[in-house]
């Protein structure tokens, strides 16, 4: 009995010292490993055709999100680049890829396509997006005789996950594979994020190869309870980079990209 009440104190200090390290500990030692040889289920194969994967259209035709610095809706941007994403990933045998179209304003539309996609039992979510900066970075000039506002400062994609989703890792391990497939491709990610500039918008940053971005707040992300991954494919207020997200070229890439990551991914559902 006396040994058990000696060992008492230094179990309960195990326990205290297992439950402080913290998540930034655990991720950094997760994150050593090599994404493609980390966590893998050796034993599961990849069925294709039982894969579920939501591709869910950012914003909806009221509330479009983002303008481009040509005048144009990141909405259609994003349901433009969402079908061309599904079109390859059904071309690869992945039939159960759908397309979430939301409608309605903002907010609602946010916890509609959350209970959407956890009604679905999706194994893994997609929204895409594509970038902005915020208003006190915009500058004007005019385009086709309208007034428009750019920012050329940034460019590039990233990927964000929220720690509040319940499939955090699996969240993180796709949005890692995910920014390896778009490094492949030659693609840059963006980086401000990780800047103060960035004020209220800036994140950590989780992954400062691919560009994996922790956004905890997102509603998509975090009231998901599938692996969630918001893609901000490009930048739209760039004026270079609008033109590259509108080419087939560019959407060709990022689709493979998807689909290489999605296959990656896949075998450990
Ligand atoms: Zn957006």
């Given at each position: 009995m006396l040994g058990v009440w000696r060992n008492r104190p230094i179990i309960m200090t195990?326990?205290?010292?297992?439950?402080?390290?913290?998540?930034?500990?655990?991720?950094?030692?997760?994150?050593?490993?090599?994404?493609?040889?980390?966590?893998?289920?050796?034993?599961?194969?990849?069925d294709r055709s039982k894969f579920k994967l939501i591709l869910d259209v950012g914003h909806t035709a009221e509330a479009p999100g983002a303008r481009s610095a040509r005048n144009l809706r990141e909405f259609d941007f994003n349901l433009r680049l969402a079908k061309h994403?599904?079109?390859?990933?059904?071309?690869?045998?992945?039939?159960?890829?759908?397309l979430l179209?939301?409608?309605?304003?903002?907010?609602?539309?946010?916890?509609?396509?959350?209970?959407?996609?956890?009604?679905s039992k999706a194994d893994l979510a997609l929204s895409i997006h594509h970038d902005s900066v915020p208003d006190s970075f915009l500058e004007e000039w005019e385009f086709e005789g309208t007034k428009s506002h750019f920012s050329d400062r940034f460019s590039g994609y990233s990927l964000f996950v929220s720690q509040d989703n319940p499939k955090f890792w699996a969240s993180l391990r796709f949005a890692r594979l995910l920014g390896n497939r778009m490094k492949e491709q030659g693609l840059q990610y963006a980086r401000q994020y990780a800047l103060p500039?960035?004020?209220?918008?800036?994140?950590?940053?989780?992954?400062?190869?691919?560009?994996?971005?922790?956004?905890?707040?997102?509603?998509?992300?975090?009231?998901?309870?599938?692996?969630?991954?918001?893609?901000?494919?490009?930048?739209?207020?760039?004026?270079?980079?609008?033109?590259?997200?509108?080419?087939?070229?560019?959407?060709?890439?990022?689709?493979?990209?998807?689909?290489d990551a999605v296959k990656e991914f896949c075998p450990s559902r």
């Open positions: 195990s326990i205290i010292v297992l439950s402080l390290v913290s998540f930034d500990t655990r991720y950094a030692a997760w994150s050593r490993g090599n994404v493609r040889t980390a966590p893998k289920t050796v034993h599961s194969k990849c994403i599904e079109d390859k990933l059904k071309a690869e045998g992945f039939a159960q890829t759908s179209v939301t409608e309605g304003p903002k907010r609602p539309s946010l916890f509609k396509r959350a209970k959407t996609i956890n009604d500039v960035m004020g209220r918008y800036r994140r950590k940053l989780l992954d400062k190869k691919v560009g994996v971005y922790r956004y905890d707040q997102l509603i998509v992300l975090s009231r998901t309870r599938v692996p969630a991954v918001l893609f901000e494919a490009g930048s739209i207020i760039n004026r270079d980079e609008e033109l590259a997200m509108a080419s087939t070229e560019r959407q060709d890439m990022i689709g493979a990209a998807v689909v």
